[in-house]
């Protein structure tokens, strides 16, 4: 082999190619598929946020997490836990250091793009009945049709008892749909734009056909519906009007591929980070400073609420934890470091207009860091200082962690923002990272093994960092 030239050898020194994960490191293919096998179980499990609270839960409880008592002072190595309102988690492992020293966080959501039913959903139209439905996030109206769907959510009863609905998951329970028209009666609905090609109006579930025999009954499907729902959770119509119910994909996730090397599924946003993160931090053993793990709710709606990053939840539990062990909260909030881990687009090459290829984010090539995000002219964003994105990337290079950073898209046209404004609103330097998704935002995400493990990688690395 002929020796490189003097600028050969500054090629090498000086310029940047990236390169993908497993093409550089074939024991990072195993590793990371069977790392995707707990995260397609978790995934299954989790289809809306309060499941995926319930599912974490167990989960910290299973590694010997206890409960947070407020009034309680804690000694490194504890390990600690709440749920916010059954639909938020905060888990964290007390750190050697003072809590003045800093907090290490991690956050990631829960809540993906869904529809809602309405609080008066049910209704039957032509010997059919249907709910209605109000979509949450951002939804391509369109993408829902002609699937099967799924029901998951909570009634609450008269007497305040509440119980749990989930039917469409189970291979022997029925599924539910949204239709729309035969190719051959289009036309009219081929002239709309795409953003309209299903209506909001026009999201209706279709549920039942079955009537009541009695001539007397006006609506005799719907009520042969409600009879169902009655005999099975004790409800009556009323009963909609303070419930929670969310419609989701009913199939389950699916290694994508010849070579398996992608899991396709609804809901890796943003559970293809939370699903690391926790698992990163409950193997935390003996950290240097206190982690935080937040799987916090309501990003896809603006972060509001008393589950959402708005809320001071999160910030509430660390002033506690320092004003029980007598320490100052605004000195270990400007100390603390966070990693908001939240996905972004995966360029595309199907779409390839859509994306600037130069400042892309690539599935296969590690963990994608964002120094800012928002929309434009960086409208919205929190954008990380130099040298806490050199931190973290030094720290990821010295952990063997393949990394990669970019933008999201071309810049006009759109953009996007997470939850890490809310964090750095804290006084709290923050960096925004995550797994790189391809069909963002539909019924049917994908992403790649390597990128899901370079994720847990990079937040073990981060936990543990002294």
Same mark, same amino acid.
């Given at each position: 082999?002929?020796?490189?030239?003097?600028?050969?050898?500054?090629?090498?020194?000086?310029?940047?190619?990236?390169?993908?994960?497993?093409?550089?490191?074939?024991?990072?293919?195993?590793?990371?598929?069977?790392?995707?096998?707990?995260?397609?179980?978790?995934?299954?499990?989790?289809?809306?946020?309060?499941?995926?609270?319930?599912?974490?839960?167990?989960?910290?409880?299973?590694?010997?997490?206890?409960?947070?008592?407020?009034?309680?002072?804690?000694?490194?190595?504890?390990?600690?836990?709440?749920?916010?309102?059954?639909?938020?988690?905060?888990?964290? #492992?007390?750190?050697? =250091?003072?809590? /003045? %020293?800093?907090?290490?966080? @991690?956050?990631?959501? !829960? &809540?993906?793009?869904?529809?809602?039913?309405?609080?008066?959903?049910?209704?039957?139209?032509?010997?059919?009945?249907?709910?209605?439905?109000?979509?949450?996030?951002?939804?391509?109206?369109?993408?829902?049709?002609?699937?099967?769907?799924?029901?998951?959510?909570?009634?609450?009863?008269?007497?305040?008892? #509440?119980?749990?609905? =989930?039917?469409? /998951? %189970?291979?022997?329970?029925? @599924?539910?749909?949204? !239709? &729309?028209?035969?190719?051959?009666?289009?036309?009219?609905?081929?002239?709309?734009?795409?953003?309209?090609?299903?209506?909001?109006?026009?999201?209706?579930?279709?549920?039942?056909?079955?009537?009541?025999?009695?001539?007397?009954?006006?609506?005799?499907?719907?009520?042969?519906?409600?009879?169902?729902?009655?005999?099975?959770?004790?409800?009556?119509?009323?009963?909609?009007?303070?419930?929670?119910?969310?419609? !989701?994909?009913?199939?389950?996730?699916?290694?994508?591929?010849?070579?398996?090397?992608?899991?396709?599924?609804?809901?890796?946003?943003?559970?293809?980070?939370?699903?690391?993160?926790?698992?990163?931090?409950?193997?935390?053993?003996?950290?240097?400073?206190?982690?935080?793990?937040?799987?916090?709710?309501?990003?896809?709606?603006?972060?509001?609420?008393?589950?959402?990053?708005?809320?001071?939840?999160?910030?509430?539990?660390?002033?506690?934890?320092?004003?029980?062990?007598?320490?100052?909260?605004?000195?270990?909030?400007?100390?603390?470091?966070?990693?908001?881990?939240?996905?972004?687009?995966?360029?595309?090459?199907?779409?390839?207009?859509?994306?600037?290829?130069?400042?892309?984010?690539?599935?296969?090539?590690?963990?994608?860091?964002?120094?800012?995000?928002?929309?434009?002219?960086?409208?919205?964003?929190?954008?990380?200082?130099?040298?806490?994105?050199?931190?973290?990337?030094?720290?990821?290079?010295?952990?063997?962690?393949?990394?990669?950073?970019?933008?999201?898209?071309?810049?006009?046209?759109?953009?996007?923002?997470?939850?890490?404004?809310?964090?750095?609103?804290?006084?709290?330097?923050?960096?925004?990272?995550?797994?790189?998704?391809?069909?963002?935002?539909?019924?049917?995400?994908?992403?790649?093994?390597?990128?899901?493990?370079?994720?847990?990688?990079?937040?073990?690395?981060?936990?543990?960092?002294?």
């Amino acid at each position: 082999m002929a020796e490189k030239t003097p600028n050969q050898q500054l090629a090498e020194k000086l310029l940047y190619k990236p390169a993908y994960v497993t093409d550089k490191d074939a024991d990072v293919k195993q590793k990371a598929h069977d790392f995707a096998e707990g995260y397609k179980k978790f995934l299954d499990n989790g289809k809306t946020e309060r499941e995926v609270a319930a599912e974490s839960e167990q989960m910290l409880k299973d590694a010997g997490y206890v409960e947070f008592d407020p009034k309680k002072t804690y000694k490194p190595g504890d390990k600690v836990y709440f749920v916010q309102f059954k639909k938020a988690v905060v888990a964290a #492992t007390i750190g050697t =250091r003072s809590f /003045e %020293d800093g907090f290490r966080l @991690v956050i990631a959501h !829960t &809540d993906s793009p869904r529809l809602d039913l309405r609080p008066t959903p049910l209704y039957e139209s032509d010997h059919l009945s249907y709910f209605k439905t109000h979509y949450y996030g951002g939804v391509r109206k369109y993408q829902w049709g002609t699937m099967p769907l799924s029901i998951h959510g909570v009634f609450t009863r008269d007497d305040g008892s #509440t119980v749990t609905v =989930r039917v469409g /998951e %189970d291979e022997n329970d029925p @599924v539910f749909c949204i !239709t &729309d028209l035969l190719p051959h009666l289009g036309a009219e609905q081929n002239a709309r734009t795409l953003k309209d090609g299903i209506k909001a109006e026009e999201l209706n579930i279709l549920i039942g056909s079955d009537a009541v025999e009695d001539e007397e009954v006006k609506e005799a499907v719907k009520l042969n519906t409600m009879i169902l729902l009655n005999e099975k959770y004790g409800i009556t119509e009323k009963e909609f009007m303070r419930a929670e119910i969310e419609i !989701t994909p009913a199939y389950k996730s699916r290694d994508v591929g010849f070579d398996r090397s992608m899991v396709g599924s609804y809901g890796h946003d943003d559970r293809v980070d939370a699903y690391p993160a926790l698992v990163a931090e409950i193997e935390t053993k003996n950290p240097a400073y206190t982690t935080v793990c937040v799987l916090t709710d309501k990003e896809e709606i603006g972060s509001d609420g008393v589950t959402g990053m708005q809320s001071m939840y999160a910030f509430h539990f660390m002033q506690e934890l320092c004003r029980a062990a007598g320490q100052d909260d605004i000195i270990a909030f400007r100390n603390s470091v966070c990693l908001s881990a939240d996905v972004t687009a995966a360029y595309d090459p199907s779409w390839a207009s859509a994306f600037e290829p130069m400042n892309g984010t690539y599935a296969g090539r590690g963990i994608a860091i964002f120094k800012y995000t928002g929309s434009g002219s960086k409208g919205s964003a929190s954008d990380a200082c130099a040298e806490l994105v050199s931190d973290i990337t030094r720290m990821l290079d010295k952990g063997n962690v393949a990394w990669q950073i970019g933008e999201l898209g071309r810049l006009d046209l759109g953009g996007g923002g997470t939850i890490a404004k809310y964090v750095a609103n804290r006084g709290i330097p923050v960096l925004d990272i995550g797994v790189p998704v391809l069909s963002m935002h539909s019924p049917f995400e994908v992403i790649h093994k390597s990128d899901l493990y370079m994720a847990y990688r990079a937040f073990t690395l981060f936990n543990n960092a002294q």
